[in-house]
């Protein structure tokens, strides 16, 4: 236990009250908490994410056009049953098409009110799909997360900012296991033909780049349903508009000098933009699941 | 409390033709599911078709027919609709488009 030697600070209040809540106990959360997604509640505002479009669906770009619903999942398997999630029955799934390359994407939609430091946690575990019997721990390429921010509306420094985290787990069949950034994105695209409507992929193959020191081994386990919660944390300060700090389970990531984020002119009716998205992408001919249990989103004061 | 309800899209502007699968979608907590077909585009359809179907699974990976036929309809922002009941974790539609015929379509779940 631990035992304060000072007077009690009104952090010190709050963090024992927390430490008392077992929703919060396993979030190191900033003291504002701006959502704190429990999926036995539902989806709590993770929809997939779909390419802009004007007139037709069809003006969507491509890359777009594959991704899936996520669902509410007990993480059933045909083996052991339902293993249920980290904190009661449900935990958020994102799953792709049985095909490699394929991605799919859930986003959740925010807007902030102060240009502050906001902290991002989230158990997850990723596994491919369960249809053969063999380890399989190279089927899923990666899994990430990313946040689409953009400044306010007055801001001098407008801009849209997309910070981009993977964890590549396997590439063309070999494991690769290491955290990865991107600062670059495709092209921006003109869609329809009002001009006001523009898309691009930021989600490609392409750009990514190995966060120095990224290498990671998680923990697997031993077939494809077994599976084993793990913890991220990302930091990112609203005021600069730069990512400091990343986290995942034990080992903690320097996200220095090489380090940075997709960079674009502000657009038109973004301002104040917070969104956050999680992905998982197939390495194989077999669907890829990123189940997550518990997303705390909080920012200071 | 509130029931939780939910609405699932999981085929947007797929175009169907020949046999066609939505991925499969968990939907456990649910007691009931209904299911719409809307046609975006179609050629080669009439209406009657009955060439959709609701399966249900063990396992997400063996599927099995549920019961429920529904239309892929045949005019352009046509809908049809199944409703489903105790069909365990898993769901998905699959079609057979008959000969010639092709349908650009969304399907979407009504869970509750």
């Given at each position: 236990m631990n035992v304060l030697t000072h007077a009690p600070t009104a952090a010190d209040l709050l963090q024992t009250l927390r430490l008392a809540q077992p929703a919060l106990s396993r979030f190191d959360p900033l003291p504002r908490i701006i959502s704190l997604d429990d999926f036995n509640r539902g989806s709590c505002g993770f929809v997939q994410l779909i390419g802009n479009y004007e007139g037709s669906l069809d003006s969507m770009l491509p890359e777009y056009a594959g991704f899936r619903a996520p669902m509410i999942s007990t993480l059933s398997h045909w083996d052991t049953g339902s293993q249920g999630a980290m904190g009661g029955d449900y935990a958020l799934k994102l799953a792709t098409r049985a095909e490699a390359g394929a991605q799919s994407v859930a986003i959740k939609r925010l807007t902030f009110r102060k240009r502050a430091p906001i902290r991002l946690e989230f158990y997850f575990t990723f596994k491919p799909e369960a249809s053969e019997m063999r380890l399989s721990e190279a089927d899923v390429r990666s899994f990430g997360f990313l946040l689409d921010l953009q400044t306010g509306d007055t801001d001098s420094?407008?801009?849209?900012?997309?910070?981009?985290?993977?964890?590549?787990?396997?590439?063309?069949?070999?494991?690769?296991?290491?955290?990865?950034?991107?600062?670059?994105?495709?092209?921006?695209?003109?869609?329809?033909?009002?001009?006001?409507?523009?898309?691009?992929?930021?989600?490609?193959?392409?750009?990514?780049e190995d966060l120095a020191g990224g290498g990671q081994r998680l923990c697997y386990n031993e077939i494809p349903t077994k599976v084993n919660w793990h913890y991220v944390c990302f930091d990112f300060d609203l005021q600069t508009m730069q990512a400091t700090g990343l986290r995942c389970n034990d080992r903690v990531f320097d996200l220095g000098a090489s380090h940075d984020c997709i960079r674009l002119p502000a657009m038109p009716n973004l301002w104040c933009m917070l969104n956050l998205a999680f992905f998982i992408e197939a390495d194989s001919a077999k669907r890829a699941f990123l189940y997550l249990d518990g997303v705390c989103l909080s920012g200071a004061l | 409390m509130l029931r939780h309800s939910h609405t699932a899209v999981i085929a947007r502007n797929e175009v169907w033709a020949g046999s066609a699968e939505t991925e499969p979608y968990e939907a456990g907590w649910a007691r009931e599911a209904v299911v719409f077909i809307t046609t975006l585009s179609s050629s080669g359809l009439a209406e009657g078709n009955r060439a959709a179907r609701v399966q249900i699974s063990p396992d997400g990976m063996r599927w099995v027919d549920e019961g429920s036929k529904l239309d892929v309809p045949a005019q352009t922002d046509g809908v049809s609709v199944a409703r489903v009941r105790h069909f365990g974790n898993w769901l998905r539609v699959v079609s057979e488009m008959p000969a010639a015929s092709r349908a650009a379509v969304l399907v979407t779940l009504h869970l509750k």
């Open positions: 420094d407008g801009a849209r900012v997309m910070p981009h985290l993977r964890f590549l787990n396997a590439s063309n069949g070999q494991h690769a296991q290491r955290w990865q950034f991107k600062r670059r994105s495709k092209a921006v695209h003109k869609l329809g033909t009002e001009d006001k409507v523009v898309s691009h992929f930021h989600l490609s193959e392409d750009d990514w | -």
